[in-house]
């Protein structure tokens, strides 16, 4: 997310400007922007018909949607029944 901070009423070539970072907002943005990677490259190994239909990356959360065959899933639904899935298995 950007914000700006201007204290004047324009700003014009040469004028000095600075910039910061959230660092805890930009760490969450690449780890799950690298998850992104990761996820569709285990999903080619394991599927190779799948393709990356969307994904949004925040500094919180990943949303990543893939198809096969034309189909479309939320990768949020598989892992939460897989997960379900191993949990009833262990018990």
Known sequence: MAVN????????????????VDGDHRLGNMRNHTATHL?????????????????QVTGTDLVFDFSVYGETFNVQNIVSQLYFEQCVSAS
Do not use: K, P, W
């Open 5 to 20: 901070n201007l204290s004047g009423n324009s700003i014009c070539v040469g004028d000095i400007a600075t910039a910061e």
């Open 39 to 55: 996820l569709n490259a285990v999903l080619h190994t394991m599927l190779t018909v799948t393709c990356q239909r969307s994904s």
